[in-house]
């Protein structure tokens, strides 16, 4: 097909097939208020190419034997302010301003866990702690010493620990009487 203005496929039935010996291979479909791209064949995968200076390149692939899982050849970029939700109500939000960047833990904690070490690199020096968006504590680096600061006024600073009896106040700083 070779024309000067626009192609319009119009499929009053609301499906494009594309088949092969017979057989559908690929459908755009329309569905009510809705636009599908069916892959027909069992297991088969929907690969977007891309030509990258002369060299052709599979950008996304979605692997149906993997129900949909989405593998991207290179990186996922979002726009400043965007979110990246995770989770049927979002449960789990990534989001950067531009300047600052935030993980939301919406329903629940936020559990890090690490196969080997978890790094905490602040360059500012500083990590603080939060409750409900108030400071109650931080670690510092200042100079060549580390300070663990409790920053809430006459805010004691306690070691507990458990035993078999319950638990046990083995050290507390009254910072109260100085």
Do not use: C, P, W, Y
């Not at 979110?83 to 789990?92: E, K, P, V, Y």
């Amino acid at each position: 097909l070779d024309v000067a203005g626009d192609i319009i496929l119009d499929a009053d039935g609301g499906d494009i097939k594309f088949q092969d010996a017979g057989t559908d291979i690929f459908s755009i479909i329309n569905n009510s208020n809705n636009s599908k791209l069916k892959i027909a064949v069992q297991d088969q995968d929907l690969q977007f190419e891309g030509n990258d200076g002369g060299s052709v390149f599979t950008a996304l692939t979605l692997d149906m034997s993997a129900g949909g899982t989405a593998q991207f050849a290179h990186d996922i970029e979002m726009v400043d302010n965007g979110l990246l939700r995770m989770g049927a109500g979002g449960d789990l939000i990534l989001t950067s301003d531009g300047t600052n960047g935030s993980i939301f833990a919406n329903n629940g904690a936020l559990i890090l866990d690490a196969d080997s070490d978890i790094h905490i690199d602040a360059n500012g020096g500083d990590v603080l702690l939060k409750d409900g968006g108030t400071e109650f504590g931080r670690f510092t680096k200042n100079g060549n010493d580390f300070e663990l600061r409790s920053t809430v006024t006459n805010g004691d600073f306690k070691i507990i620990g458990e035993r078999t009896a319950g638990t046990v106040n083995a050290l507390s700083i009254d910072m109260s009487d100085g």
